[in-house]
């Protein structure tokens, strides 16, 4: 391994703060965190870059701390993608072999994996991630490691994730001009994921939900298979706005209020205490009870948890998550909201530290769950590494998985898919379950919807 292949760089582009982040693996298998920063992120709205100045600048802010914290001069990243427009489908491809006598090679599980980048996407979208689920040969189903087996005809299950063209192309834009590279771009929940769950949790069904500041990401696992990805577009920002508009106080002290003093559930809450808030321009200060402002919460978290519950129900998992689920993201560290999210869901609810993967000295300051997806993508990047030096001798499906190519290279080349395609294999079509989870999500953002400060 050369000194270039020895660390990963990585930049969380979130909707409250943009963190760069800098790691190695040690001689266990272990991270260790070279280097954190973060800076306010100005020009991100739920997940989506809307500013390319004001993001750019939080960017060379903290990547500048970051290799002066460190000590490493890096100039390629992997970043992190979420957002509204985020959605997934389902699909089968097939591929027919010349001699059924001779054995599966790497070199065509790849080609089947590149020929579902050929899949028709709306306008204006493109794919993003293609995550192989699992694989059938000669209609035996249930392959996890089809390498080295004989057969005619290779097909398999795929997970597709698609997002939208602009929304990546102002991602690339911003690395570029903070003088970057882009390596890779990752899903954010996929990260998250990567971070906070055991191998256990994946085997026995789970679901992440990953709640930020602008958007709550959802990913459903079962038997180690990554089945359903949703990015919903409402985090901890809605309920600021909610605690600020009720109680008619700054956007600053409702978030203060939120974290300090907030909890999800508004009938433990005491009565009787208060907390001062200062008037504004020197007018009188405000009381807000304890009470009250964990009803603002509790109201705004559990219309959250319907959705998130319509996401779990939309997987077709819904009844096979034994593992319940596990909670991460700045917005997990509410308090009481494990026990709300447990009597919404009737599901097993922990909360998600990424320090299963971290060492060295500096893992106390980063176990924390707002930077689960930001070591995530330090993971994500050493198993991209991995993927291009090592040969494939296991043949897993989570060994194929492979990612968008950096949108500004990529043309709009009219290429002749070599593979056939199948229907979808769930019952519900991919793109009937797609259109009705827009729909309620269409629904839920006119409820949802809050006036949005301008940027400048």
């Given at each position: 391994m050369n000194s270039k292949e020895q660390y990963v760089a990585a930049i969380d582009i979130g909707t409250t703060k943009i963190v760069a982040i800098v790691g190695r693996k040690n001689e266990n298998g272990k991270i260790e965190i070279l280097g954190l920063s973060k800076a306010p992120s100005k020009g991100v709205k739920r997940g989506v870059v809307q500013n390319i100045e004001e993001t750019v600048n939080a960017i060379q802010t903290t990547v500048e701390d970051v290799q002066k914290r460190s000590g490493v001069m890096f100039s390629e990243v992997f970043v992190g993608i979420a957002g509204q427009h985020i959605k997934s489908l389902k699909t089968r491809g097939?591929?027919?072999r010349d001699s059924f006598e001779d054995e599966i090679k790497k070199e065509e599980v790849f080609r089947l994996i590149e020929d579902m980048y050929k899949i028709h996407v709306d306008i204006g979208e493109e794919i993003i991630h293609v995550i192989p689920q699992i694989f059938i040969i000669d209609n035996e189903t249930g392959i996890k490691s089809p390498i080295g087996i004989c057969g005619r005809r290779l097909e398999a299950n795929f997970h597709i994730v698609i997002g939208q063209v602009a929304a990546a192309k102002n991602i690339e834009k911003c690395i570029n001009r903070a003088d970057l590279t882009l390596k890779d771009l990752i899903l954010e929940p996929l990260a998250s994921a990567d971070a906070v769950l055991t191998d256990d949790e994946k085997e026995a069904g789970v679901v992440l939900v990953d709640i930020g500041g602008g958007t709550t990401d959802i990913a459903v696992y079962y038997d180690n298979i990554i089945r359903h990805t949703a990015v919903i577009p409402f985090g901890g920002n809605v309920i600021t706005k909610d605690i600020k508009e009720g109680c008619a106080i700054l956007d600053r002290h409702a978030e203060q209020l939120k974290i300090q003093y907030g909890s999800a559930l508004g009938d433990i809450a005491p009565e009787d205490k208060v907390v001062s808030i200062p008037g504004i321009s020197?007018?009188?200060?405000?009381?807000?009870?304890?009470?009250?402002?964990?009803?603002?919460?509790?109201?705004?978290?559990?219309?959250?948890?319907?959705?998130?519950?319509?996401?779990?129900?939309?997987?077709?998992?819904?009844?096979?998550?034994?593992?319940?689920?596990?909670?991460?993201?700045?917005?997990?560290?509410?308090?009481?909201?494990?026990?709300?999210?447990?009597?919404?869901?009737?599901?097993?609810?922990?909360?998600?530290?990424?320090?299963?993967?971290?060492?060295?000295?500096?893992?106390?300051?980063?176990?924390?769950?707002?930077?689960?997806?930001?070591?995530?993508?330090?993971?994500?990047?050493?198993?991209?590494?991995?993927?291009?030096?090592?040969?494939?001798?296991?043949?897993?499906?989570?060994?194929?998985?492979?990612?968008?190519?950096?949108?500004?290279?990529?043309?709009?080349?009219?290429?002749?898919?070599?593979?056939?395609y199948d229907e979808p294999v769930e019952e519900t079509t991919a793109e009937e379950k797609v259109s009705l989870t827009e729909k309620i999500k269409n629904m839920l953002s006119k409820m949802f919807e809050v006036e949005d400060t301008k940027i400048s």
């Open positions: 097939y591929i027919m020197g007018r009188n200060p405000k009381e807000i009870s304890f009470r009250s402002l964990a009803y603002i919460i509790q109201s705004r978290m559990e219309e959250i948890i319907d959705i998130v519950s319509f996401e779990i129900q939309n997987s077709g998992y819904a009844d096979k998550l034994a593992a319940g689920m596990v909670i991460t993201g700045g917005g997990a560290m509410l308090k009481h909201l494990p026990q709300l999210m447990k009597f919404k869901t009737a599901m097993d609810v922990r909360i998600g530290y990424p320090n299963e993967h971290l060492a060295g000295n500096g893992r106390n300051e980063i176990n924390q769950p707002m930077y689960a997806t930001s070591v995530g993508l330090i993971i994500r990047g050493f198993e991209h590494l991995e993927t291009y030096r090592k040969s494939f001798n296991a043949g897993r499906a989570e060994d194929f998985v492979r990612t968008r190519k950096p949108v500004i290279e990529k043309e709009t080349e009219k290429v002749v898919p070599e593979a056939a």
